[in-house]
């Protein structure tokens, strides 16, 4: 390798339920950045099966590998990194994701690094805007992350604030199986918000006064479920724009008022729900009113990718000297950086 531009990384994501390869050259340049998703597999379940997930994986990721390499005709002995994610997650998917990577980077005598599924999500970001650098204040928002997390710099991290109950993500879908929506809901919903009146039920904002930055949607899911037993007639467009109103409120809010407590000048939100329509919206409003600006990274960015566990394989190598031992284990509660501050 006689410089970056020839550093090929591959990154594998299997932390739950999409099964993701995707090759980097260098630290920005996505080659391919493939990602199947087993929705329709889960769906019947209304939620996620672990050891469903994990065999779907299984069967689907050697083919993803392998058509990955076709598409931009290389070959394995032409990569330089294998990145995988190791946590958080699922265990059994994760285990599949990390076995595989593992076993490549034995195989071809290269170097390996787990990768930390959360700062894939701030490397989502990177990959994006790899112009725009820390510090900023960045909103991990998905189906099992609700985080604010402060970036002083790439690989340092700072948990601001979390969810003490159900993740933003998954309280919509919850929320959307009670309203006889399919799984997952937090699509449809936005969707159907769009065509509803979000003063029609002004569902609770938890914790939206509380001091420091940590997130409850708990609350919310208990109170739709005794909207919906005493109104069971209610427009399903309403309930949607109603419920949205309340989630995004109360994501807003805080991320704003995180960044200019922490005096940082960039929001970047980043996971599945950063691709919510009336999120990006509103956060991109209370931004320009409060002099914070929002960057949120491609649609297809923000969902689990293997391109963010690439880009952060390709960093941790590069830039810090990084590489992990084949022994490393699976870690599903993994977290991210220190512990919480509120300053």
Avoid: W
Avoid at 52 to 73: D, F
Avoid at 262 to 272: E, M, S, Y
């Amino acid at each position: 390798m006689s410089s970056t531009t020839e550093f090929l990384t591959l990154g594998i994501e299997t932390s739950c339920d999409e099964t993701s390869v995707a090759v980097l050259r260098g630290e920005h340049d996505v080659l391919i950045n493939s990602v199947y998703s087993q929705v329709d597999l889960h769906a019947k379940y209304g939620g996620v099966v672990p050891e469903v997930a994990s065999r779907n994986h299984v069967v689907k990721l050697p083919y993803l590998v392998q058509e990955a390499m076709q598409t931009r005709g290389l070959c394995l002995q032409e990569l330089s990194l294998i990145s995988a994610t190791y946590g958080p997650g699922l265990v059994g998917p994760l285990l599949v994701g990390l076995t595989h990577g593992k076993g490549l980077a034995y195989g071809l005598g290269v170097p390996f690094i787990g990768v930390n599924h959360l700062e894939g999500h701030v490397f989502a970001h990177r990959i994006t805007q790899p112009d725009v650098e820390p510090p900023f204040m960045a909103l991990v928002v998905s189906g099992g992350h609700t985080s604010l997390i402060d970036v002083p710099r790439y690989g340092t991290y700072q948990l601001v604030g979390m969810t003490v109950d159900d993740a933003a993500g998954e309280a919509l879908d919850k929320i959307g199986k009670m309203m006889g929506i399919g799984y997952p809901a937090g699509a449809e919903i936005d969707r159907l918000a769009t065509l509803g009146d979000p003063k029609t039920v002004r569902f609770p904002r938890p914790m939206i006064g509380s001091p420091g930055f940590d997130f409850s949607f708990s609350g919310l899911k208990t109170s739709v479920v005794y909207h919906l037993r005493k109104n069971p007639r209610e427009r399903q467009e309403d309930i949607a724009a109603s419920v949205l109103a309340s989630v995004v409120e109360v994501l807003t809010k805080k991320s704003i008022e995180a960044a200019r407590r922490f005096h940082r000048k960039r929001l970047v939100v980043t996971g599945g729900v950063a691709a919510n329509a009336h999120l990006r919206k509103a956060l991109a409003e209370a931004g320009v009113e409060r002099g914070v600006e929002v960057s949120f990274p491609k649609r297809s960015l923000c969902t689990d990718n293997a391109a963010m566990i690439a880009a952060v394989g390709a960093f941790r190598f590069l830039h810090l000297g990084e590489s992990h031992p084949l022994s490393l284990k699976p870690d599903p509660s993994l977290g991210l950086g220190l512990g919480k501050s509120n300053e």
